[in-house]
C-alpha cells in the first residue's frame, strides 16, 4: 500500500475537491474484486451485498475477455460503420416487447435518462415531467433538478418543469392496488396543464429503488401508465438499478409491474463496470428525438462497450441468472423474516430477487426511523466484512444488492453475521 487511509482521504479532498462521497465511518480502500468477493490493501476480504454494477459478477471472466479482445481488436468512436452495436441493441430489444425496438446508446443513466426527458419533449411539444418526492436520475443539468433525496442547492432554472408526487411506500402508507399513486400523478399533470407547461412524461424507476423498494404487487403500474396515456404523455421507465434481471422474476422491472412503457433507460449493471448506458424506445420516438436534436454521442455505443454489454447480456442467459437471483432472494426473505421474529427493531421486510431488505424502527407501533441505528449496524457489518448499505426517505432501510451470482451460502454469511450484531448493537446509542 503505497497511501495510508488517512493519505488518501487528505488526497481525495485535494485532487478531487471537497464532498466527494465515501461509505462508511471508516472508508474501505478495495483493490482487486472476484464474484462477490471483494479485497482492501491489507487483503482483507469482504462479501459483497451491495454492488449492482458488477451484474455478472466482479471481473467476471467473460466480460474482462469480451473487453480485451476488442480493445485489442479496434475502438473508435461511432461514426464509422461496426456490427457490434447492431447485434447488441438487436438482443438488446429482443428481451422487451416488440414495440421497443430500437436504441440510443449513451455512456451513463444520467445520459440517458437526459434523453429520454427531451424525447418526451421532442414527441408531446410539451415540458412539464412527474417524478417521485424521493427519487435520483442522475447528474445532468437537465435530470438533477429530479434528485430530491440529496437536491442541487443551484442549477439552470429548469425546476417549474417538475412536479413531484409522494413516492409509494407500502409500509407506512399501502396502496395495494397503485390507485392512490395513480391519482397523486393525475393532480400533478392536472398543475403542469394549469400552469402552461403542458405534460410531457411521468418518470419513475418502476421498482422505486432509490425510494425504498415498496413491495408493490405485480402489475402495481398498470393504473399510472393509465393516467399518463390519458394525459397523451410518455412513460419513461428509469430502470438503471432495476434492469438486468435483479428483481428475480423479469428482466426488466417494468415487466414486473405489468406495463409497456414509452422508454426504457439503463445503465450501471449494463456494462458489469464498463461506462455503458442506453435508452430503449419505439422507432417514432427516437426518429423525432434523432431529427430534431441532433443526437451525436462520441463514445456512446462504440465497439468495446457493446462487446463488455454483450458479455453481460449472453452470460445472464447462458447462467440462468434472473432465476437464479429469484430463487436466492427468496431464501433471503426467509432468513430476514425470521430476524423479524426476532428483533422487535426490525419494522418491515422487502424486497423481490436480489434487491431486499429491512426497514428499521424504534417501535412498530409509530415506525419511528431508526436512522442512526441503521448506520451503526452498517458500520458494525462493514467490520465483519459484509459490505451493504442504506436506503429510503429516512435511510432507515438496509439495502442489499448483491451481484447476481449471490448464492444461498453467500446469502447465509450475510444474515448469521446480521444476527450477531443485531444482538449486540443497542437500539439507543
Ligand atoms: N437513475 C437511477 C435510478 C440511478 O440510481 C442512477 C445512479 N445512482 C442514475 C440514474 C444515474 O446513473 P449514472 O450515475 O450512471 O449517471
Known amino acids: 500500500m503505497t497511501r495510508s487511509i488517512a493519505d488518501i482521504m487528505r488526497d481525495r479532498d485535494r485532487l478531487l475537491g471537497p464532498g466527494v462521497s465515501t461509505f462508511y465511518d471508516d472508508p474501505v480502500h478495495i483493490v482487486r474484486g472476484e464474484g462477490v468477493w471483494l479485497w482492501d490493501a491489507e487483503g482483507r476480504k469482504y462479501l459483497d451485498c451491495y454492488n ?49 425496438e430500437a436504441a440510443a446508446m449513451t455512456c451513463t443513466g444520467s445520459e440517458a435518462n437526459d434523453i429520454a426527458l427531451r424525447m418526451a419533449e421532442g414527441m408531446t411539444g410539451k415540458r412539464g415531467i412527474v417524478a417521485t418526492d424521493a427519487t435520483y436520475h442522475g447528474n445532468t443539468a437537465l435530470v438533477s433538478q429530479l434528485g430530491r433525496s440529496n437536491p442541487p442547492s443551484v442549477g439552470f432554472g429548469l425546476g417549474q418543469y417538475f412536479r413531484f408526487v409522494e413516492a409509494p411506500d407500502s409500509y407506512r402508507r399501502p396502496d395495494p392496488d397503485g390507485q392512490t399513486f395513480a391519482a397523486a400523478v393525475e393532480t400533478e399533470i392536472a398543475a403542469h396543464e394549469a400552469e402552461g407547461h403542458g405534460f410531457a412524461a411521468l418518470v419513475i424507476c418502476p421498482y422505486f429503488l432509490n425510494e425504498g423498494f415498496p413491495q408493490n404487487a405485480d402489475g402495481w403500474l398498470k393504473p399510472v401508465a393509465e393516467v399518463v396515456r390519458r394525459a397523451g404523455g410518455l412513460l419513461i421507465c428509469d430502470e438503471v438499478q432495476s434492469g438486468f434481471g435483479r428483481t428475480g422474476t423479469h428482466m426488466w422491472a417494468h415487466q414486473k409491474m405489468g406495463v409497456v412503457p414509452d422508454i426504457v433507460t439503463m445503465g450501471k449493471p449494463m456494462g458489469n463496470g464498463h461506462p455503458v448506458g442506453g435508452v430503449v424506445t419505439r422507432a417514432e420516438i427516437l426518429g423525432t428525438f434523432r431529427r430534431g436534436y441532433r443526437y451525436f454521442n462520441t463514445f456512446g455505443g462504440n465497439p468495446v462497450s457493446c462487446a463488455a454489454a454483450m458479455a453481460v447480456l449472453k452470460e445472464i442467459e447462458d447462467k440462468d441468472l434472473v432465476a437464479h437471483a429469484g430463487r436466492v432472494g427468496e431464501h433471503a426473505r426467509q432468513r430476514l423474516f425470521a430476524l423479524l421474529d426476532k428483533y422487535e427493531v426490525i419494522g418491515d421486510v422487502r424486497g423481490s430477487g436480489l434487491i431486499f431488505g429491512a426497514e428499521m424502527v424504534l417501535d412498530r407501533e409509530d415506525k419511528t426511523p431508526a436512522t442512526e441505528f441503521t448506520d451503526r449496524v452498517i458500520n458494525a457489518m462493514r467490520h465483519r466484512g459484509i459490505i451493504h448499505s442504506k436506503l429510503g426517505r429516512h435511510k432507515n432501510t438496509l439495502k442489499i444488492r448483491p451481484p447476481l451470482p449471490f448464492s444461498i451460502e453467500n446469502a447465509d454469511l450475510l444474515f448469521d453475521t446480521l444476527d450477531e450484531v443485531l444482538a449486540e448493537t443497542s437500539v439507543h446509542a
Open 52 to 100: 449492482n454494477v458488477p451484474v455478472v459478477g466482479h471481473c467476471n471472466p467473460r466480460v474482462v475477455e469480451a473487453i480485451c479482445r476488442q480493445a485489442g481488436t479496434l475502438n473508435t468512436h461511432t461514426r464509422y460503420l461496426h456490427e457490434g452495436i447492431l447485434d447488441y441493441v438487436d438482443k438488446l430489444t429482443g428481451t422487451m416487447d416488440a414495440s421497443l
